[in-house]
């Protein structure tokens, strides 16, 4: 498990794209036949992606998180980002199709993931409590409509783990995929003072690029970020993104709060 550890925003200025991208991208998290997974000191946070390849694939225990068992004290958002495949949580069996979301609370001890195309991205945080998983499909998310199409963020956005939906300790999850001719993954930018959020694209031709935007209103850096790669976005930075081409990108969130309005927009007047 790789750590990255917690930034301030006055390190931004002097840093270099390399430097960027080592601190707040993760280029490769899906690697056939492994599950790979990062802990970032921002609230805690685990995420990564595992792709079984064919062949059932446990979720080990790590000594970065202390656990005899990967949810011994934490909880898992699961997002389906390729081919129907299944997890299967202390004997009971899930099976996700593309986009679908399973919520896995704490306490479960075996988690194992299967399907020859399935590609799993996890998104843990800490948690106090036990609340029951929950496997929600695509069409039963809480579906929202965003933006217009002339100004080029025309998305659909289905909640699933969130404070009127899912329940979960900390998590907030859901997937926003933008409408052919959209670009704009959201506009105005803005920051979540009280949790960190964390990116991953997908559904990005091999082509196509995001240039995500990050950092403070008076000082913004940009990251150019692939198919499948993923961005952490600390409470100080804000995050917004405009790609080449339409994509789909998995939201998640950990922190203070799970309300889902709770954000402080950063126009694009404000921006530098």
């Known amino acids: 498990m790789e750590q990255r550890y917690a930034t ?4 931004i200025p ?7 991208r080592s601190t707040f991208l993760l ?6 036949g492994e599950i790979r997974l990062t802990y970032t000191h921002h609230d805690r946070i685990v995420l990564g992606g595992a792709v079984p390849a064919g062949s059932p694939l446990p979720l080990p225990g790590y000594a970065e998180i202390r656990s005899d068992y990967f949810l011994e004290h934490r909880e898992v958002g699961i997002v389906n980002v390729g081919g ?23 306490g479960i001890q075996e988690v194992v993931f299967d399907g020859a195309d399935a590609a799993f991205y996890l998104f ?7 609340y029951p998983s929950v496997l929600v499909a ?3 998310a809480t579906v929202r409509e965003l933006g217009d199409q002339s100004t080029s963020n025309r998305r659909t956005l289905r909640q699933y783990i969130h404070e009127n939906g899912v329940k979960s300790c900390q998590i907030v999850m859901g997937v926003t995929s933008l409408h052919e001719g ?9 920051t979540h003072d009280r949790r960190t959020e964390c990116y991953l694209y997908f559904d990005l031709a091999d082509d196509a690029r995001i240039v995500h935007l990050m950092g403070e209103r008076e000082e913004t850096r940009h990251l150019i970020v692939a198919d499948r790669q993923a961005i952490i976005s600390p409470s100080w930075s804000l995050h917004s993104g405009v790609g080449t081409a339409a994509y789909s990108f998995v939201w998640a969130m950990a922190g203070e709060n799970q309300a889902f309005d709770d954000m402080d927009a950063a126009p694009i007047g404000e921006l530098k």
């Open 124 to 130: 843990s945080a800490p948690a106090h409590t036990a």
């Open 138 to 140: 695509p069409e039963d």
């Open 8 to 11: 301030n925003p006055s390190q």
């Open 14 to 20: 002097g840093m270099t794209t390399e430097e960027l």
């Open 84 to 106: 129907t495949g299944t997890v299967t949580a202390d004997g009971e069996v899930y099976e996700l199709v593309k986009g679908a979301c399973l919520y896995l609370g704490r």
């Open 182 to 190: 959209s670009m704009w993954n959201t506009m105005p930018a803005h």
């Open 27 to 32: 280029p490769e998290i899906f690697v056939p």
